[in-house]
């Protein structure tokens, strides 16, 4: 099996099957998948998705961006879009401030670290909706923009919901840096270090995710108990639905 699915109009959509679990288990593939906005996909793009037999996109987008640029799952007949994004921003986009500081890259850093270690409890509800819609047995994406931050957090936490090793959902998560072309989302002039403190996967941003969970929650165990409301009886029905 082919991780990355290449498509024409989307570079960052993978296939999170392969990866060793709980138990000894192995995720099952075309299951679980994560992606950059679906925006821009070809019809041979969205033929080919549905080959896979997605039938839940879960978009992690904020409102802003879900209206300039739409889901062409909108309204499809068999996958189906939950936007459970947050509808407004928490604070200004950094390509909308960046310009303002004296030091770019270090403020891209510090705003990255700070958005991280809030995404497990401001998606909570997004999270907690992925890992129930895929132990009902549902075939599932889940998507921001560029399928690094917000859907780069859901799909660690879901590998962890599994008993993948945090050294796997690392190298999961760093893989964007291969395989997501920006497109030019960067602004010009910006400096090569504020490039890749904004656009790039750094292992010190899902870290701060991670020590977040723990400083809040003690274990990601209990983070899935009592932040996503997910008992032991849930998690095992997960598990039975995404690994073999």
């Known amino acids: 099996m082919e991780r990355q699915i290449k498509l024409e109009g989307v570079s960052n ?21 994560r992606s950059d906005t679906l925006a821009a996909l070809t019809d041979a793009d969205m033929e080919k998705v549905c080959g896979l037999g997605i039938n839940t996109a879960v978009d992690l ?27 407004q921003r928490p604070d200004d986009s950094f390509l909308d401030s960046f310009e303002i500081a004296d030091d770019a890259a270090a403020f891209a850093r510090s705003y990255m ?5 809030n995404y497990p409890f401001l998606y909570a509800t997004g999270y907690s909706t992925l890992m129930r819609r895929l132990s009902a047995g549902e075939k599932c994406i889940v998507h921001c ?18 008993g993948v090793p945090r050294e796997t959902v690392f190298e999961d998560y760093l893989l964007t840096n291969k395989y ?21 996967a750094r292992e010190e941003y899902l870290n701060g995710a991670f020590r977040a969970i723990e400083d809040r929650c003690g274990t990601v165990q209990k983070y899935l108990n009592e932040v996503l409301e997910l008992d032991d009886d849930a998690i095992a029905r997960l598990r039975s639905a995404c690994l073999t």
Request: hydrophobic content about 40%; proline content about 2%.
């Open 13 to 33: 959509f993978r296939d999170l099957g392969g990866y060793e679990a709980a138990d000894g288990r192995m995720v099952k593939w075309r299951t679980i998948f």
């Open 61 to 87: 987008r904020y409102g802003d961006e879900r209206a300039e640029e739409p889901s062409r799952f909108l309204g499809h007949g068999q996958v189906e879009v939950l936007a459970l994004g947050l509808d």
């Open 113 to 117: 670290a700070d958005h991280y270690k």
């Open 145 to 162: 923009t560029a399928g690094k931050d917000r859907a780069g957090t859901a799909a660690a936490i879901v590998l962890s919901a599994l």
């Open 180 to 200: 997501w072309d920006r497109a030019g989302r960067e602004r010009p002039g910006m400096d090569a270090e504020t490039v890749a403190s904004i656009f790039s």
